[in-house]
């Protein structure tokens, strides 16, 4: 047997906190569990829990051994590791003759093969990441996208100082070719972003009532944001990051092979697709964690080029992610995913002023900060000064949703006047509504339900 000199006591303190060692102990019983075994280097294990198929416990002692992540279980605890893990761990150590020798049985090769596979892909990455850079090469061609970024902000300082000189009373504010020279220029100078911004703007004049304060506070963020860039080489890099994500240059995948990964089980709580021009579309799929973290999956597409749908909403996957480098990390990919997305899971949110200050405290960090999603536990869309919705807690406090959802009547048939739990996006000003979970704990996907 593998050298393995934990103590009752050392497994006790390796539980995420006193009571699951209290239960782990409780359940360290031969007679609990369907099956107990071990080979020279694994311990694993069935035990018989509520559920009709057994829990599947897996711990890879190697692993444990040099601090990696080495253990699994199917049960739906929140806390890694839980109880079953504990209880195993505590059979080995105090009682061993408890354990059978043997191969391990198929749930355990499989686990143990995707372990291997993972180590391996590790091991890729950081010879990836070792690799010789032609920092030279890279050099110039930062520097070369920066001046090209810089030049074209020049021209759009000056065209916004003109801009608020005229006033906003100018009558080509509400003409769409206004808008669309400057967003043009903006792609030629390698600022996508920016010109995505500028498209938007072009609807605030024709499209909202009270559009003269919203878009001054636009034109400032924008104003802001030149004077930040001016800057760059003094900020940090994740600084640095947040002003790159905000102009359209992103960084890709094999850029941030030593970013932060986090293992998790995430709920899909919502798909948002996008049209930034005639060519380029966006969308985005948001995430929510067990531990409350937030993740942002972007992708893009030219032309009719179909998106990944393969997550489905409303479901819940057990995943390693990956996120991009920011001072509030937010968008991110799927470095690997374990077992098949599961079903009918619930989750829970909060409310509109505990999620006010949950993007509070993200913008404070990130001030370019754009989509950020939500989870309100109770709520009621109600309609609001003429066309207008809201969206109430029963307490009174509410917020605007969005003019763009265009499915305010499914949502509120859906609730039949009481409060659902609604996950949407929220963009600072207004809320997108995502999905809801209805009254059979079943989560409604309104991407999926015909405009009204």
Excluded at 108 to 113: E, G, H, P, R, V
Excluded at 124 to 133: F, H, L, N, S, T
Aim: include cysteine; proline fraction near 6%; aromatic fraction near 10%.
């Amino acid at each position: 047997m593998t050298q393995f000199n934990w103590t009752n006591i050392d497994v006790r303190q390796f539980a995420p906190d006193t009571s699951v060692a209290k239960e782990g102990q409780k359940l360290a019983v031969k007679e609990l569990w369907r099956s107990i075994g071990r080979d020279q280097y694994s311990l694993w294990g069935e035990y018989k829990g509520s559920e009709s198929a057994p829990y599947q416990v897996k711990i890879d002692l190697l692993r444990l051994m040099n601090g990696q992540p080495a253990t699994e279980c199917t049960c739906k605890s929140r806390k890694t590791p839980c109880k079953h893990v504990i209880a195993l761990l505590l059979i080995f150590t105090d009682r061993p003759e408890d354990l059978t020798i043997a191969s391990p049985p198929e749930f355990m090769k499989t686990w143990l093969d995707k372990v291997a596979q993972r180590s391996r892909r590790e091991l890729d990455r950081k010879k990836r990441a070792a690799k010789p850079i032609d920092l030279e090469r890279r050099a110039k061609t930062i520097s070369e996208r920066q001046a090209k970024i810089s030049a074209g902000f020049e021209e759009l300082e000056l065209w916004l100082l003109n801009l608020i000189r005229q006033g906003l009373a100018d009558p080509q504010l509400k003409q769409a070719s206004f808008w669309e020279a400057k967003a043009a220029r903006m792609v030629d100078a390698q600022a996508p972003g920016i010109a995505t911004w500028l498209r938007e703007l072009a609807h605030y004049p024709t499209q909202q009532a009270d559009w003269v304060q919203p878009l001054l506070e636009q034109l400032g963020r924008m104003y802001l944001l030149i004077q930040s860039f001016k800057r760059f080489d003094q900020f940090s890099e994740p600084v640095q990051a947040d002003l790159r994500s905000v102009i359209g240059w992103y960084y890709k995948k094999e850029d941030v092979l030593d970013g932060e990964i986090l293992r998790d089980q995430w709920f899909v709580i919502g798909r948002r697709e996008q049209e930034l021009d005639q060519k380029l579309r966006s969308q985005r799929l948001w995430l929510q964690g067990r531990n409350g973290r937030s993740a942002l999956i972007l992708e893009f597409a030219y032309g009719d080029v179909p998106f990944d749908t393969t997550l489905n909403v409303g479901s819940l996957i057990d995943a390693e992610i990956c996120f991009f480098p920011s001072a509030y990390p937010l968008r991110a990919f799927i470095v690997q995913q374990e077992g098949e997305p599961i079903l009918g899971q619930s989750l829970h949110g909060q409310s509109i002023l505990e999620n006010a200050h949950r993007y509070s405290a993200a913008l404070a960090k990130n001030p370019w900060l754009i989509e950020y999603s939500f989870i309100v536990e109770a709520g009621i869309i109600r309609p609001h000064k003429g066309n207008g919705w809201i969206l109430r807690e029963p307490d009174g406090h509410y917020m605007p949703v969005s003019s763009q959802f265009t499915r305010p009547w499914s949502l509120m048939s859906l609730g039949g006047g009481h409060p659902l739990r609604v996950a949407g996006e929220w963009d600072g000003r207004t809320f997108y509504p995502l999905g809801a979970l209805d009254f059979d704990d079943r989560y409604v996907d309104f991407s999926e339900i015909p405009e009204n």
